[in-house]
């Protein structure tokens, strides 16, 4: 049985964090600052510092690695785009839209791993596509239910189905597209990343149906959900925009099964939702991402990456 939860996760502590502008393109949720540059960084690394802070001190056990000057990486706090971790030792690496985001990728944040005494047995390389100008980002454009090996996938520039073919293929899931969509400006335009709308928990599901167009996909999604016995519990489209949809769950060093969110995301939430959620979970924790939220499109969910390795003998 494959498991789910992880209490291991990595982060990136940011260094050159701001709105960046080859994202800014399909990311609607990212926004200009009244900020400067340099009191958006400072305040960036602030919310970071103390999310972290946060995690730990709830038992859960973060690998934090510093970004580089190196690099002009502007979303280096975001690294479960470029990066994912699997209970077999395999690492997946993903073919990214904004050429900015794909110098994010670090082989030494592999050795640290390796050093942390975490088993890496191959990495699945999937980057080429990006000379195709084909991309799939990682587990923002798949939400996974690691137990059953199910991905779902909102299409859009970053979510492409070539990708999703070679990822079935590579990864052993079974992958369900469709496609999601937020009203801008009077438009309807497809959301950036599948994790904004969409949290897959071990026997729940937060989403947000609304953003289904079409009542066939939305009929898809919905059955498939229910055949894996999740409780499927809506978000509201208003919520989408305060980061509700983007959850993470995982362990703590207690096995305390563990909700994380922005504060502005459980602010979001009626009291009908959060005792759907504590039904799920041991906790629901959250921390201030404003900052981070306006300026770079994404939450707490997008700040982490799963650590499943293995732990060598």
């Not at 972290?52 to 056990?61: E, F, Q, R, S």
């Not at 580089?68 to 785009?81: A, E, G, L, R, W």
């Not at 050429?99 to 980057?127: A, C, P």
Request: with cysteine; net charge negative.
């Amino acid at each position: 049985m494959h498991k789910h939860l992880t209490n291991n996760i990595l982060m990136i502590r940011p260094c050159q964090f701001r709105k960046n502008e080859e994202t800014a393109i399909n990311n609607y949720y990212q926004q200009s600052s009244d900020l400067a540059p340099s009191q958006v960084r400072v305040e960036a690394i602030k919310e970071f510092d103390q999310m972290v802070d946060t995690l730990i001190h709830n038992g859960i056990n973060v690998i934090v690695t510093q970004d580089t000057f190196k690099t002009d990486t502007p979303d280096s706090i975001f690294p479960n785009n470029w990066i994912s971790f699997h209970e077999d030792g395999t690492v997946g690496l993903f073919p990214m839209f904004a050429e900015n985001r794909r110098l994010e990728r670090r082989s030494d944040i592999l050795e640290r791993l390796q050093k942390e005494g975490f088993h890496l047995s191959k990495v699945i390389d999937m980057t080429t596509w990006e000379t195709n100008e084909i991309f799939l980002e990682g587990t923002g454009s798949l939400v996974l239910d690691r137990k059953n090996k199910v991905a779902f996938a909102a299409l859009s520039e970053r979510t492409q189905v070539p990708a999703l073919y070679d990822f079935e293929k590579q990864f052993g899931y079974k992958v369900f597209a469709f496609n999601a969509n937020q009203s801008v400006l009077g438009e309807r335009k497809p959301i950036y990343h599948t994790n904004v709308m969409m949290c897959m928990g071990d026997t729940f599901c937060v989403i947000c149906l609304d953003c289904i167009d079409e009542e066939s996909e939305r009929r898809m999604v919905v059955n498939k959900l229910k055949e894996m016995n999740k409780e499927i519990i809506e978000l509201t489209e208003i919520q989408l925009e305060r980061f509700a949809g983007n959850m993470l769950q995982i362990k703590n060093n207690k096995e305390d099964k563990i909700l994380i969110m922005s504060e502005s995301a459980h602010k979001a939430l009626d009291q009908d939702q959060i005792n759907q959620l504590l039904k799920h979970n041991h906790r629901i924790i959250s921390s201030p991402l404003d900052t981070i939220e306006h300026n770079g499109g994404g939450s707490a969910r997008c700040m982490i990456a799963e650590v499943f390795l293995p732990l060598n003998n």
